[in-house]
Nanobody
Framework: QVQLVESGGGLVQAGGSLRLSCVAS????????MGWLRQAPGKEREFVAA????????KYADSVKGRFTISRDNDENSVYLQLDSLKPEDTAVYYC?????????????????RGQGTQVTVSS
């Protein structure tokens, strides 16, 4: 079992930045690829980014590529998402997820564990 707790969300103006954090506890953290999904009101959940167990491999949704950066610190059992150049359309609840695989997941929505989420609101 892995427990995930996100933090760092908030209200920011367009063009601003936020850094989301996710702390994991439970089973061995560094054997899992990790990722972030998001869901805006009335919309389907959307893959945002994923990172392999070592941090060497990353994958991003086209909508955030070049603006968001995923990273992890296995010593701290943490994964991060740096959000830069934020846009109003980035407004959503952001969820940290843990995948069963250790490399990048082929199925982006087949995660094993998910946190409770943190709200990101971008005003125009």
């Amino acid at each position: 079992q892995v427990q995930l707790v996100e933090s760092g969300g908030g209200l920011v103006q367009a063009g601003g930045s936020l850094r989301l954090s996710c702390v994991a506890s439970g089973r061995t953290f560094n054997s899992h690829a990790m990722g972030w999904l998001r869901q805006a009101p009335g919309k389907e959940r959307e893959f945002v980014a994923a990172i392999s167990w070592s941090g060497a491999l990353t994958k991003y949704a086209d909508s955030v590529k070049g603006r968001f950066t995923i990273s992890r610190d296995n010593d701290e059992n943490s994964v991060y998402l740096q959000l830069d150049s934020l846009k109003p359309e980035d407004t959503a609840v952001y969820y940290c997820v843990a995948y069963f695989v250790s490399l990048l997941p082929a199925r982006l929505y087949d995660y094993d564990y998910r946190g409770q989420g943190t709200q990101v609101t971008v005003s125009s």
